[in-house]
């Protein structure tokens, strides 16, 4: 039972334009929603976070947004770069421990 | 340095042996986790310490992985008789007790059973 969602396995933007990385789940016992990145070889990079309170949060080009009646979580890039090309999960938490997606590899073009 | 540090970085041991893998955490978090990530997939929780109690072992997959973190900051996962399906990354994870903080992640420790 996969309870957090990431069904694009992979998405390609054009440097400079948007990039839009989405997650559903199907919990409403999450209470804190988290974006990190990952390149290989390394520990996933906490990015982005959001509590459950609130609809949207933004830190510089990075921003997330929460639909709670939707259950559906997303990432916005603006603009992207080619330093942002990596692979992307969300993960939200239940009881303290992390609940991750299964990833979007992220490319983003010269 | 100031983040968590895993070792070892890989691990490669013939099936049956016994493996020990290592998490120094961020210096005064509480809160520990360990993940193991299959390829192609987003890590999986396996256990939870806050200090030295450990508080959620629900993910750990059999009773030949065993956890402890017996003065609240080091912590190691230790994996008996392993197996060809143990092959994975192991994460260690840390962070404050409380709010909404984020885990902060060590590279992981790649574990190769042949």
């Known amino acids: 039972d996969q309870q957090v969602k990431q069904n694009s396995p992979s998405l390609s933007v054009q440097e400079g334009r948007i990039s839009i990385l989405n997650c559903d789940y199907t919990?409403?016992?999450?209470?804190?929603f988290l974006w990190y990145k990952k390149y290989p070889a390394e520990g996933p990079t906490f990015l982005i976070s959001?509590?459950?309170?609130?609809d949207k949060n933004e830190d510089g080009r990075f921003t997330v947004f929460l639909n709670k009646s939707a259950k559906h979580l997303s990432l916005h890039i603006v603009p992207s770069q080619p330093g942002d090309s990596a692979v992307y999960f969300c993960?939200?938490?239940?009881?303290?421990?992390?609940?991750f997606g299964q990833g979007t590899t992220l490319q983003v073009k010269p | 340095g100031a983040g968590v540090s895993q070792s070892p970085r890989y691990k490669v041991a013939k099936r049956g042996q016994d493996v020990a893998l290592r998490c120094d955490p961020i210096?005064?978090?509480?809160?520990l986790f360990w993940y193991q990530q299959a390829l192609g997939q987003g890590p999986e929780f396996l256990t939870y310490?806050?200090?030295?109690?450990?508080?959620?072992k629900s993910g750990l997959p059999s009773d030949r992985f065993f956890a402890e973190r017996p003065e609240g900051s080091v912590s190691t996962l230790k994996i008996q008789r392993t197996q060809q399906e143990d092959s994975a990354v192991y994460l260690c994870?840390?962070?404050?007790?409380?709010?909404?903080?984020?885990?902060?992640f060590g590279d992981g420790t790649r574990l190769s059973i042949l």
């Open positions: 994870a840390s962070s404050p007790l409380w709010g909404n903080q984020p885990q902060h």
């Open positions: 919990n409403s016992m999450f209470d804190y």
């Open positions: 959001i509590s459950s309170i609130k």
């Open positions: 993960a939200a938490r239940n009881t303290g421990k992390l609940i």
């Open positions: 210096s005064g978090h509480v809160s």
């Open positions: 310490f806050q200090n030295e109690a450990q508080l959620d």
